[in-house]
């Protein structure tokens, strides 16, 4: 029962690279979730998917990117990396629109 | 906008005492729910509850309890006799309920609650 997972869970970046955090869940899920959370901070959305084939903007987009071409899999794609985006970031399912969210155990990125 | 604040950003207690984290949040929906989530020190974040708008009853789950009240934008939660693994950062968070945009949650900044022997 492995539920949400992500891959890798530490990453080093330097400014300008570009990289894909992996997720992917196994409880045919069909709404998924990127947040990020900053030092001492709450959780800002980025993306979110209501199903295969749909994805939208949250609160934090700029500088990222995603894709859904399977129920499972919401990758988190970041061009030309940051500084700003050191952060960790966390990827979500849920059952239904107003289901819990199941998240995974998250990604530490640090661009330097 | 929506908007969840959580005013003490740090509790520290002695084991056994009660502990009791604010939840104050704004919004114009009329039908929305509310979650408490835990992230200890591990980084995990773990589901504790959700409440939705129109239920306003208390609820208690073991040693946690929640008090929800509509009139003044308030879900706070209580940990009675605090446990060393109580020790944490508790996050509320709120969302709008749209079944075209899923169940997107708006955080509070976190409580850390450290439980100490």
């Known amino acids: 029962n492995a539920g949400v997972t992500q891959t890798p869970k530490f990453r080093i970046l330097k400014i300008g690279q570009s990289m894909t955090l992996q997720c992917t869940q196994d409880?045919?899920?069909?709404?998924m979730y990127w947040y990020r959370q900053d030092p001492g901070m709450g959780l800002k959305l980025i993306y979110y998917?209501?199903?295969?084939?749909?994805?939208d903007k949250g609160e934090v987009p700029n500088g990222y990117n995603v894709s859904r071409s399977t129920t499972e899999d919401f990758p988190l794609r970041l061009e030309l990396a940051a500084p700003s985006q050191t952060s960790v970031y966390f990827c979500?399912?849920?059952?239904?629109?107003?289901?819990?969210?199941?998240f995974g155990n998250g990604t530490r990125l640090t661009v330097t | 906008a929506q908007k969840v604040t959580q005013a003490q950003t740090e509790i520290s207690v002695v084991e056994k005492e009660d502990v009791t984290l604010d939840c104050v949040y704004e919004?114009?929906?009329?039908?929305?729910?509310l979650f408490w989530y835990k992230q200890p020190p591990s980084g995990e974040l773990v589901f504790l509850i959700r409440?939705?708008?129109?239920?306003?009853q208390n609820e208690i789950s073991g040693r946690y309890s929640w008090n929800f009240q509509k009139s003044t934008s308030s879900f706070n939660f209580t940990i009675t006799a605090s446990q060393v693994v109580d020790s944490a950062v508790y996050f509320c968070?709120?969302?709008?309920?749209?079944?075209?945009?899923?169940?997107?949650?708006?955080f509070g900044g976190g409580t850390r609650v450290l439980v100490k022997p």
């Open positions: 919004t114009r929906d009329t039908t929305y729910y």
């Open positions: 409440r939705n708008s129109f239920d306003e």
């Open positions: 998917s209501v199903g295969a084939g749909i994805t």
């Open positions: 409880m045919n899920h069909n709404y």
């Open positions: 979500a399912s849920s059952y239904s629109y107003n289901s819990p969210l199941h």
């Open positions: 968070a709120l969302s709008e309920v749209y079944s075209t945009a899923g169940n997107k949650l708006t």
